[in-house]
């Protein structure tokens, strides 16, 4: 299991395979990587602020939950802070387990948690100015089914 909270840019692919390498216990893969999405066509970048230290720990508790609600073999969450552009990947979610649907119900859950409960402080950066990203009510309403 491995947590990275870090600036430097990372490659999916990369990550991806060599993710659980070697392993043959393991039935199912499923990863997701998020990007900076660019909804108004004006963004410059997104600046990430996080409390280093806390964030880890947090996320290495979500981590640790759906280890143990899911069984999974192998887990890896990569979250990136400071100045991002759009289209540059921001996070990735990667689980392993002896069957899928285990594999996927967790991710899904590691992906609701972070985008909701990661102590993450996000601003758009335009041309006019930036403003720091809201919470939205869908992200929480995602926790519900948890």
Do not use: N
């Amino acid at each position: 299991m491995r947590v990275q909270v870090q600036t430097a840019p990372f490659d999916p692919a990369t990550e991806l395979a060599g993710f659980a390498r070697g392993r043959h216990d393991i039935g199912a893969t499923v990863s997701f990587t998020g990007l900076v999405r660019d909804d108004t066509g004006q963004l410059v970048a997104l600046d990430i602020e996080h409390y280093p230290g806390m964030t880890e720990a947090a996320i290495t508790a979500m981590v640790d939950e759906a280890v143990a609600r899911w069984q999974l073999v192998d887990c890896r969450v990569i979250h990136r802070f400071g100045h991002l552009t759009p289209g540059e990947p921001i996070m990735m979610v990667a689980t392993a387990a002896r069957h899928r649907a285990e594999a996927f119900a967790a991710a899904e859950f590691l992906m609701d948690y972070l985008k909701s409960r990661a102590p993450f402080w996000k601003k758009e950066i335009t041309d006019q100015g930036g403003d720091w990203v809201k919470a939205k009510d869908s992200d929480e309403d995602a926790l519900t089914r948890w």
